[in-house]
């Protein structure tokens, strides 16, 4: 079967830095990206790990550890624009399955 | 450029109705997807489709059936509508299988439906 498990949500100041984590159980696995979707719009694609390492693009980073079935999605510089659901999301052997989905809150 | 565009944005239904949803998208994607979004359940794949005249079952595709009989439409039929169906309704298209940043999912902006 397929599953990732990320919290459900997390709140952090404006300026800061944020880590999103996501495990994952998925079957012939390929890679591991992430989305955003604030409220009441679409998700949006953010980025796409297919090796372990760091991704870098702007202010977000991406991780994956496949030995560790893990990884992150790094926010900083936190904006107040960045409230928003992330999802992480398992391209697997059959499809892309998401995440249930972290909501971030951007305080002042 | 238009992406993926969903028809229509809010229906409301009663149970035992039937209704289809549209989805068209004009970036010569091969691959299209239907999801369904809950309140703490995330996205959920209900029907896929590879190619024109292709579909395929996802995670949860009781009560549901699709057709692509061409390449840029993807429908997505409710033949009775039941109140668990009630839900926000995506639809998505790739180019090629998920597998990398060159091929992300394109969302359309949703269908909110309720069944009462």
């Known amino acids: 079967g397929q599953s990732l498990e990320q919290p459900s949500e997390v709140t952090a100041v404006e300026g800061a830095i944020v880590q999103i984590n996501c495990t994952y159980q998925?079957?012939?696995?390929?890679?591991l990206s992430w989305y955003q979707q604030h409220d009441g719009g679409a998700p949006t694609f953010l980025s796409y790990?297919?090796?372990?390492g760091l991704e870098e693009t702007g202010r977000f980073s991406s991780f994956l550890s496949r030995s560790d079935s893990y990884g992150y999605l790094l926010l900083q510089e936190l904006q107040m624009k960045d409230s928003a659901s992330y999802f992480c999301?398992?391209?697997?052997?059959?499809?892309?399955?998401f995440g249930t989905g972290t909501r971030l809150t951007v305080i002042p | 450029n238009a992406g993926v565009t969903q028809t229509p944005k809010f229906r409301v239904l009663k149970t035992g109705q039937s209704m289809t949803l549209l989805c068209a998208q004009d970036?010569?994607?091969?691959?299209m997807y239907w999801y369904r979004q809950d309140p703490g359940m995330g996205l959920r794949l209900i029907h896929y489709?590879?190619?024109?005249?292709?579909?395929a079952k996802g995670e949860v595709p009781d009560g549901y059936n699709v057709s692509r009989l061409k390449k840029q439409n993807f429908l997505l039929g409710l033949e009775s509508a039941a109140p668990s169906q009630t839900s926000v309704y995506f639809c998505?298209?790739?180019?090629?299988?998920?597998?990398?940043?060159?091929?992300?999912?394109?969302f359309g902006n949703g269908t909110r439906l309720t069944v009462t």
């Open positions: 998505a298209s790739s180019y090629y299988y998920p597998t990398g940043e060159n091929s992300p999912l394109h």
């Open positions: 998925t079957s012939g696995f390929y890679g």
């Open positions: 790990n297919g090796l372990d």
């Open positions: 999301a398992g391209t697997g052997a059959n499809n892309l399955f």
């Open positions: 970036m010569n994607h091969e691959y």
């Open positions: 489709s590879v190619g024109e005249g292709t579909t």
